[in-house]
């Protein structure tokens, strides 16, 4: 089964709020939960429904259902996605020898494509809003 695959059946099987409620995450009646990032005392992480994924407000952290779990279980891609077929039921083909071949021909063409950077070196934006670049980083480029 391909990795994308994989990633794109649990963005749409599992929403954030209810890997987060299966994981102890406590969440307020607007979707918003104490960061798990950061460890923040205040409820700044919004958890968006569907497969919109989270963003804390304070430390600027976002990802989705597998960056949730990866996040709070302290673990990999490959022990997440294993969690949450386990939690959630969702009954993946997690072969893992595929996947290793799979992943080392995707490094292989990132090492031959540039490694995911354009041609000044800059790496290219993620799935995450903001590219991982710190807010005042990104007020100071744009001016605000």
């Known amino acids: 089964m391909d990795v994308q695959y994989i990633a794109d059946r649990i963005r749409s099987d599992v929403p954030v709020i209810e890997?987060?409620?299966?994981?102890?995450?406590?969440?307020?009646?607007?979707?918003?939960?104490?960061?798990?990032?950061h460890g923040g005392t205040?409820?700044?992480?919004?958890?968006?429904?569907?497969?919109?994924?989270?963003?804390?407000f304070t430390c600027h952290a976002s990802g989705g259902?597998?960056?949730?779990?990866?996040?709070?279980?302290?673990?990999g891609f490959m022990d997440a996605v294993r969690w949450i077929d386990d939690t959630f039921r969702l009954g993946l083909d997690l072969?893992?020898?595929?996947?290793?071949?799979?992943?080392?021909n995707a490094a292989r063409y990132?090492?031959?494509?540039?490694?995911?950077?354009?041609?000044?070196?800059?790496k290219h934006r993620g799935a995450n809003e903001t590219g991982g670049i710190p807010q005042r980083e990104r007020d100071a480029a744009t001016g605000v």
């Open 19 to 37: 890997a987060a409620r299966a994981l102890g995450i406590q969440i307020d009646h607007a979707g918003r939960c104490k960061c798990f990032v």
């Open 42 to 56: 205040h409820y700044n992480c919004k958890l968006y429904p569907g497969d919109r994924g989270f963003y804390c």
């Open 65 to 75: 259902t597998i960056d949730l779990v990866k996040q709070v279980n302290g673990c």
């Open 95 to 104: 072969d893992e020898k595929n996947w290793r071949s799979r992943e080392r």
């Open 110 to 122: 990132a090492r031959r494509n540039g490694g995911g950077r354009d041609n000044a070196g800059r």
